[in-house]
């Protein structure tokens, strides 16, 4: 699933389950509506993605390659190992600037604090 949100300089895309061939059939109106906003800077969180196919990669390369042909931004947020390696495979990491700083919220076992502040074992 695939929501936006907007403010006045930013479109935020929150990517939840499987980015690949099986929905694509999502991506065209998806890039449509984001590309009719015109907002210069484009964040793409990714902390909900389950798998990611050069597919997906596709997608989100043509959403960043527009964005740069309007001269925005594309920020991807929450993106793994596994789906930057896909992005770096597809030669299009230039095209991003990737959120270092950004944390998930679902998290990691070792990132989850008890009522009482105390980290969970």
Do not use: N, W, Y
């Amino acid at each position: 699933m695939i929501e936006i949100s907007t403010s006045s300089t930013t479109t935020t895309l929150v990517i939840t389950g499987d980015l690949d061939l099986a929905e694509r059939d999502q991506f065209p109106e998806v890039a449509a509506r984001v590309v009719g906003l015109r907002r210069q800077l484009l964040v793409i969180d990714m902390c909900g993605v389950t798998f990611m196919d050069s597919t997906g990669a596709a997608f989100l390369i043509s959403l960043a390659d527009a964005s740069r042909k309007r001269g925005g931004a594309t920020v991807l947020r929450g993106a793994d190992s596994r789906e930057l390696f896909v992005i770096e495979i597809c030669g299009a990491t230039e095209l991003f600037r990737i959120d270092p700083d950004h944390r998930c919220a679902h998290g990691t076992e070792q990132d989850v604090v008890q009522p009482d502040g105390a980290p969970a074992h």
